[in-house]
């Protein structure tokens, strides 16, 4: 079992940056490809980043793409997302997810088996 926290969300105004970070227990992500989602109340959950650890391949959603970066610090078994160019339409609560499948469909957060439980962001234009 792996288990997932978030943190590093908050307020920031349009333009600004943030960090989340996703600290993971129970076992290492090494082997696990991890990916970045978000929800707005309301809405489908979106997809929005993701790193597949074998061949270390970095997926992005076309909304984020060129302002968001995920990358992984193995050894402190901590995935992050960092947040830059922040626009309003980026305001959303943020899960990280992992999974121990090695060939799956990174963008569909239904092949993730470990769900961390989302931190906030919010961004004010």
């Known amino acids: 079992q792996v288990q997932l926290v978030e943190s590093g969300g908050g307020w920031v105004q349009a333009g600004g940056s943030l960090r989340l970070s996703c600290a993971a227990s129970g076992r290492s992500l090494w082997r696990h490809s991890v990916g970045w989602f978000r929800q707005v109340p309301g809405k489908e959950r979106e997809f929005v980043a993701a790193?597949?650890?074998?061949?270390?391949?970095?997926y992005y959603a076309d909304s984020v793409k060129g302002r968001f970066i995920i990358s992984r610090d193995n050894a402190k078994n901590t995935v992050y997302l960092q947040m830059n160019s922040l626009k309003p339409e980026d305001t959303a609560v943020y899960f990280c997810a992992a999974s121990a499948s090695s060939y799956i469909t990174l963008t569909d957060g239904d092949n993730y088996n470990y769900w961390g439980q989302g931190t906030q962001v919010t961004v004010s234009s």
């Open positions: 790193n597949r650890w074998n061949g270390d391949i970095t």
